[in-house]
């Protein structure tokens, strides 16, 4: 049974520039929720997805968007990146159960680098 | 708004020693807590969580947790530390009217020989 998957690895990018990270649930799930790390502290909630739409979003800009596909895969798209959004992202996917959202299981992350 | 603090940044023991890692929650009803662990370089792997069933909640590699509503505390232990625990490790709370992870700033636990 495959674990949660997220690619890139690893991303390095400039200022300026536009980023997608992509991310797999575990297999029967069907929500998928981004968070960033920034170095030294804990995992901060970005938004949430479940059917196709976002469900919940957390404090970050309008930069910050994505999108949840009909095989439950989802993209986190970051616009006009700042040093500040060196961090590493990770996804999360549960499986909603009676209305609230199950145990959320977490992939190995993104480390995305911006110069 | 739930939130959890935990009270020490890092927690150093010897091997074979055991492990206490302090978490206080804040919630204005019964919470769902859990405890996370992150080894360096890797992502978030689930210890345990609480969901209101038993107040001793045992998760893997041996760690256990205690909801404590009277002191609202859910510390982690561990009869034995190992080489391997050596991590950081996250209290969390999840808002469950927002279905989202709120998570404590983590404690680096470290093990030495």
């Known amino acids: 049974d495959a674990g949660v998957t997220q690619s890139p690895t690893h991303l390095i990018k400039t200022r300026g520039q536009q980023v997608t990270l992509r991310c797999s649930p575990k297999?029967?799930?069907?929500?998928v929720s981004w968070y960033q790390q920034a170095l030294g502290q804990g995992p901060q909630f970005i938004f949430q997805?479940?059917?196709?739409?976002?469900?919940q979003r957390g404090n970050f800009p309008d930069r910050f968007s994505g999108h949840q596909f009909p095989n439950y895969s989802s993209e986190l798209n970051v616009n006009a990146l700042l040093l500040g959004d060196s961090a590493l992202y990770l996804c999360?996917?549960?499986?909603?159960?009676?209305?609230?959202?199950?145990?959320?299981?977490f992939g190995p992350g993104t480390r995305l680098t911006v110069l | 708004a739930q939130s959890v603090t935990q009270l020490d940044s890092h927690v150093s023991v010897s091997e074979g020693t055991p492990v206490l890692l302090r978490c206080n929650y804040s919630?204005?009803?019964?919470?769902?807590l859990f405890w996370y662990v992150q080894h360096p370089n890797k992502g978030l792997q689930l210890l345990l969580k609480?969901?209101?069933?038993?107040?001793l909640v045992k998760g893997i590699n041996g760690f256990e947790a205690e909801f404590k509503k009277s002191e609202t505390s859910f510390h982690l232990t561990k009869p034995s530390a190992h080489m391997s625990d050596a991590a950081e490790y996250f209290c969390?709370?999840?808002?469950?009217?927002?279905?989202?992870?709120?998570f404590g700033t983590g404690t680096r636990l470290l093990v030495s020989p």
């Open positions: 999360a996917s549960s499986l909603v159960r009676q209305g609230y959202t199950d145990t959320q299981y």
């Open positions: 297999s029967g799930h069907d929500t």
């Open positions: 997805y479940y059917e196709e739409e976002e469900r």
């Open positions: 919630s204005s009803y019964s919470p769902s």
């Open positions: 609480y969901t209101s069933a038993a107040t």
């Open positions: 969390v709370v999840i808002d469950t009217g927002f279905q989202k992870l709120v």
